[in-house]
């Protein structure tokens, strides 16, 4: 077997087999296949494009290339979450505790954030001696005891992927449904769970700008669950706007313990219950997905999600006491207020750029060496649809660095759009896509 062969193949509009789809997903892994011929292979790719039996091999071929999690010692059907990212997204602090507080074992592989998406290791680290650092035994056991566990992704775990991805992310082949979809599913496949439920962003701070794109991701990523025996469900959510009200990390982290408290941000809240009702009804402890909403709503009201984060977090070494007394969560030097000069309705949120001026402040990473600051951050007073007044405080901005401050609360005032009437005809939730 030769790649000139497969390049010519695929480069023709033809459909390439299993054991071609192994063969170069394999030996380019080790090493044996050299940048230039994968890189015009991909560019075949993208332009011939993939079907569903295609993609779903290419997503296995990549699960194979590394270590597959053996969750079977985890009692119960194990359920992941995955997000594609988007800002102030914390969703799986608030799903976590609830889904597991209803006996769901979340055995969660999570990463850290590049650029304005924030990573949910990072935001857990805002609890001081919080560690994702553990043997696979005690992973399981964590998950088998409370019931939720997070660790971290690492190298062995669908090392084609990244390969995979260095070479897209340099060859303009990024924005390829059946690269994109298979790319995300073969870290959640080789991850172990049972089911998968992805929360697929769309709008303006979302890789998938419109509706139709990020259906067309859904559809994929589900096709290939169904394809290699994982039942998988997408949720089609906004990110039009910034998730909640904070975006940064020790900010959202507050967010999330105020939302399992019972007062957090509505849109959040109604994300976490969408989605997690997917779960509970995946993990078969719910019929239908009102009944699993109302025992997630139950979770809140007994307080039983609460408490189940404290066992999590101090399962994990972090100090736990900060969840009862959240001033203990590190803090920035500097808030400063962003005043609004107009009347108006906020009509949009430009949330990609509020995201990239909460990396500026510290709270993201431009790159894979940047240091995170988990004090400093955004939070927003004011969100789509609100009413403003010209002297109004739309955002808060939480700082270390005052001249950084200075452009952030420039900068924020010029992503925030004011019209004198806005209706919002943007959903929360666009749809869900099911295998059926």
Not at 62 to 72: E, K, Q
Not at 167 to 172: G, H, I
Not at 258 to 267: E, R, W
């Amino acid at each position: 077997m030769r790649m000139y062969d497969l390049i010519l193949k695929k480069r023709n509009g033809h459909e390439l087999a299993k054991e071609e789809i192994n063969y170069f997903v394999s030996n380019y892994t080790k090493g044996s296949i050299p940048d230039y011929q994968v890189s015009a292979l991909l560019m075949a790719i993208f332009f011939q494009k993939m079907n569903s039996r295609e993609t779903a091999d290419l997503t296995m071929a990549m699960v194979n290339s590394g270590a597959i999690l053996d969750l079977s010692a985890i009692e119960g059907i194990k359920v992941d979450k995955h997000s594609t990212g988007g800002v102030g997204d914390t969703t799986t602090l608030v799903l976590g505790p609830m889904v597991a507080a209803l006996g769901i074992p979340v055995a969660k592989m999570s990463g850290r954030g590049l650029g304005h998406t924030g990573g949910t290791i990072d935001k857990l680290e805002s609890f001081e001696g919080f560690s994702v650092e553990m043997t696979n035994e005690k992973f399981i056991e964590n998950v088998n005891t409370i019931k939720l566990a997070v660790g971290g992704q690492t190298g062995e775990l669908a090392p084609a992927d990244k390969k995979f991805y260095a070479l897209r992310d340099v060859t303009a082949t990024v924005d390829n449904v059946s690269l994109i979809a298979s790319s995300i599913m073969s870290k959640k496949i080789a991850a172990g769970a049972d089911c998968i439920v992805l929360d697929v962003k769309v709008g303006d701070g979302a890789f998938m700008k419109t509706s139709e794109a990020a259906f067309e991701l859904a559809k994929e990523m589900v096709s290939i669950g169904k394809n290699v025996g994982r039942e998988t469900i997408a949720v089609i959510s906004d990110m039009d706007q910034p998730l909640g009200f904070a975006v940064g990390n020790a900010l959202e982290v507050r967010e999330a313990i105020d939302t399992l408290k019972g007062h957090g941000p509505k849109d959040l809240f109604e994300l976490c219950i969408s989605i997690g009702s997917q779960m509970v009804v995946l993990a078969k402890k719910a019929d239908n997905e009102e009944e699993a909403r109302k025992l997630l709503i139950e979770t809140i009201e007994s307080g039983s999600a609460l408490n189940k984060l404290k066992e999590f977090i101090a399962a994990q070494g972090g100090d736990a006491s900060l969840i009862d007394d959240t001033d203990k969560f590190p803090k920035a030097n500097y808030i400063l207020p962003v005043v609004s000069h107009m009347d108006g309705y906020v009509a949009k949120i430009h949330a990609e750029n509020i995201g990239l001026i909460a990396m500026e402040l510290g709270a993201g990473r431009a790159t894979k060496e940047s240091v995170i600051d988990l004090s400093v951050g955004i939070v927003l007073n004011k969100k789509r649809g609100d009413k403003v007044s010209a002297g109004d405080v739309i955002a808060y901005v939480h700082a270390n660095d005052t001249d950084k401050a200075e452009d952030a609360r420039q900068n924020i005032l010029n992503n925030y759009e004011l019209v004198k009437d806005y209706n919002d005809n943007i959903p929360l939730i666009y749809g869900i896509v099911k295998g059926e």
